[in-house]
Structure formats: structure tokens, C-alpha cells
């Protein structure tokens, strides 16, 4: 995009200098000086050139933005690419002043802290027609989103009269989700969590292929194994088999954020302990599922994923888990706890971490008594020192339900 906004600074009034500069050559006719009038014509000649310089530098350069998320674990290092096609009046000795969020910091270059987040300046020289590459190296410091804030280039005057400043309008389409590394999580040895579910249901997800119930015709899509040959042959048409489904390894983490009217100040430590949790059912090859009561402007109230296995749903989790700040606005946990409950699918074992109310401890004790295992994390001291393990969910009442 080449639509820069366009702000000039300006150490010295050049009305006030060509003013003056007229002056001196009404003089120099009068006094029939031809030197000065050379030098002051020279001048004026200089005043007008800055002047249009001020007026076309920067209409023809073109920042390339692609859109590009990098996922990154803290101490990891990346890189910001800013791609420049200059199709105007050179630029010499101009500065890039790039802002940036404080969850990354710059590499090999100086930079400071204004308003929480990080400004650094890039020397940049490029000329008319030439297309080069600005490279901003950076580590990865601590979990959560980073984005380019502020794309800011200043450009000095040719003859030190001041500096034009361009923005660039729009948000730099790169961003950095720093995702939690995963911290260990212990389960007491007297606490047994169930590895498989052995219940039929025709909401779950897995099929049980050891055991077919019957036939049907077949359809387009059905798996070339699951064709039942002998069927086939005394039907004459293809016949597929037909599986129980059984509620298998379903695991539903669940987070909640809040503490009252804010955000819970260990939700960082929080995030980087399902993070574990959840990287271990993915290697076990359980069904894993996530939602965390932040709350979202789209089509859905709060942040969730669909169930499914391996590595792609772990990293979508990681990713909300990212999203957690401390200025984050919360949705009503015992809502989002609820429309589980009433979408009929349930998991299962239900971990949960955060804080319990009232109203959420009575749908957890309901859905323990129809069969749902339910889990909770809990530090064993306030220091947050020790690892924080699983135990069955305790209810309001005071008794262990499991």
C-alpha cells in the first residue's frame, strides 16, 4: 500500500525564509550585485526544491504486507519482514520507528518501553525503482499475542530543514502467538482417571470397528474397508458394516478466567498446566476438546474448539491459550459450563480449572451423577511453588465426587 498519512515537522519557516530571500534580491537589483544575486537566486532554489521534495517523497514507496502467524514457545526467535518498493524520489538516511507488543523483545537493535509496549528505530536507504527486504529479528519472552502496532518512517530533509514523518494506515497483518510451554501436572496415586469408556452412545465420536451391529446400503464416502463382502454378494448390491458407537477417550477441558470482576492473576500459570494436560492426551490418542470463558465478538460468546485427535487440535488449544490477558473480558463460566451440558454430548472425563461458583458446582454434581467424570486442578499451597495436581471434583457440600 502506497496511501501513507503524511505529517511534516519543520525546524525552520520557509515562508518567513523566502520572504527574506526576496528581499535580498530586490536588493541586489538595486545595488546591481550580481555575486549575491547568485547566492540568494541559489538559495531560493534550494528552498524550492525541499518544498517539492516535502511534497512527493514517499508517494511512490510501497510497503508489501502478507499475512503471516507465527507460533513460537518463549526463549524461541522469529523474525518481522517488511518489504519495501520504492517508485518515487529516493529516500537516504530515513529512520523506520516500528512498535510493537512487550511479549517479544528485539534483537541486535536498541529499543525502550513507551505506553506497554516496545519502539525500536530501522536505518533504511532505498532508491527510485529498487525493492528491498527490512528485516527485524526477535525473541519470544513470555505467553500471549504479539502484533505490530505502529509502522512509522522519518524521513529527513535534504538540507536539515526538518523531517517528514509517514504512517502507514492499516495494521501489519503479522502476528506472533507465543504459545504456553507446558508445565507437569501430578495425579495422586489413590485417584484413578479412566484411560477408555466402554458405554454406548449414539452421540459419541468413536466408532468401535472390533464390533459390527449390521449392514446398510452403501454410500458414497463410506471407507473401501468397511464394505461387508458376504452381505454384498447375497444382496447383489454393496452393503457397508455397521459399528456401535462408543463414548471413547473423550476428554472436555475446561478453563474459567475469572475471580470476581477481573481476570484471575494465575491464569498465565493456569494456561501453561492444561497446555500439559492436553499434550498428553493428544500423545495418548485420546478425543480432546477445549473452551475457556473468554468472551468473543463472533457468531459464538466464548473461545472453544471442536473435538478431534492429534497434533492440529493441540495446536488450535495452545493458541487459545495464547489469548489470555489480563485486560480480557470474561463470559459468565456457569453459562458456558451449561450449553455443554445441553448440547448432549458429553465427555468422558471433564477437567476444569479456575475458580467454582455456586451455580457451577450444581451442574458439575448433576453431571457426575449421569456418569461424567469430573477433574480439577488444584495447587497444593498459595506460593504456586509446588505443581498443582488432579484430583476429583470437590462439590460445594464438602463431599468428593468422582
Known amino acids: ?41 541559489v538559495a531560493q532554489s534550494v528552498v524550492v526544491g525541499q518544498l517539492l521534495y516535502n511534497k512527493y517523497v514517499g508517494k511512490g514507496l510501497v510497503l508489501h504486507t502478507v499475512k503471516k502467524r507465527t507460533r513460537l514457545f518463549s526463549g524461541s526467535e ?6 519495501w518498493e520504492n517508485r518515487g524520489l529516493p529516500i537516504v538516511g530515513a529512520k523506520l520507528r516500528v ?34 527486504v527490512l ?4 525473541r519470544a519472552k513470555r505467553r500471549g499475542i504479539a ?22 494506515p492499516l495494521p501489519l497483518r503479522q502476528e506472533v502467538y507465543i504459545l504456553p510451554r507446558p508445565k507437569q501436572v501430578l495425579v495422586r496415586e489413590q485417584h484413578a482417571i479412566p484411560r477408555s469408556g466402554e458405554v ?22 463410506d471407507a473401501f474397508k468397511h464394505i ?10 454393496l452393503q457397508t458394516k455397521q459399528f456401535e458407537r462408543v463414548q471413547d477417550r473423550h476428554w472436555l477441558f475446561t ?52 473435538p478431534g485427535q492429534g497434533q492440529g487440535v493441540a495446536l488450535r488449544i495452545f493458541e487459545q491459550l495464547a489469548m489470555i490477558y489480563s485486560d480480557s473480558f470474561a463470559f459468565p463460566y456457569h453459562r458456558l459450563v451449561a450449553s455443554f451440558v445441553r448440547s448432549g454430548v458429553l465427555p468422558t472425563v471433564w477437567v476444569h480449572a479456575g475458580e467454582v461458583d455456586s451455580t457451577t458446582s450444581e451442574i458439575f454434581e448433576r453431571m457426575v451423577d449421569r456418569g461424567v467424570s469430573i477433574w480439577q486442578l488444584v495447587y497444593p499451597s498459595e506460593s504456586r511453588e509446588d505443581p498443582p495436581f488432579l484430583q476429583p471434583f470437590v462439590a460445594s457440600k464438602g463431599r468428593v465426587v468422582s
Open 147 to 168: 502484533k505490530i502496532r505502529h509502522v512509522e518512517l522519518i524521513i529527513p530533509q535534504l538540507f536539515g530543514f526538518g523531517d517528514t514523518h509517514l504512517t502507514y
Open 99 to 132: 512498535t510493537f507488543d512487550t511479549t517479544i523483545e528485539p534483537l541486535g537493535v536498541s529499543f525502550q518501553e513507551n505506553n506497554h509496549r516496545f519502539e525500536c528505530l530501522l536505518p533504511i536507504t532505498i532508491g527510485y525503482q529498487e525493492r528491498m
Open 255 to 306: 478453563m474459567n478466567v475469572q475471580s470476581g470482576y477481573s481476570i484471575n492473576v494465575n491464569a498465565d500459570d493456569a494456561a501453561h498446566r492444561v497446555a500439559y494436560l492436553v499434550q498428553k492426551e493428544v500423545e495418548r490418542g485420546s478425543t480432546v476438546q477445549f473452551a475457556i470463558n473468554l468472551r468473543t465478538f463472533g457468531p459464538a460468546a466464548y473461545l472453544s474448539t471442536e
Open 1 to 41: 500500500m502506497s496511501g501513507w498519512n503524511r505529517d511534516l515537522v519543520r525546524v525552520s519557516d520557509f515562508s518567513a525564509i523566502s520572504f527574506f530571500l526576496l528581499l535580498i534580491l530586490l536588493m541586489t537589483f538595486y545595488m546591481q550585485s550580481f555575486f549575491i544575486m547568485f547566492f540568494v537566486l
Open 200 to 221: 454406548a452412545t449414539p452421540f459419541a465420536f468413536d466408532l468401535d470397528e472390533q464390533s459390527p451391529v449390521g449392514t446398510r446400503p452403501y454410500a458414497p464416502g
Open 78 to 83: 522469529g523474525v518481522f519482514l517488511f518489504t
Open 228 to 237: 461387508h463382502w458376504q452381505a454384498t454378494a447375497k444382496m447383489q448390491t
Open 135 to 138: 528485516r527485524l529479528p526477535y
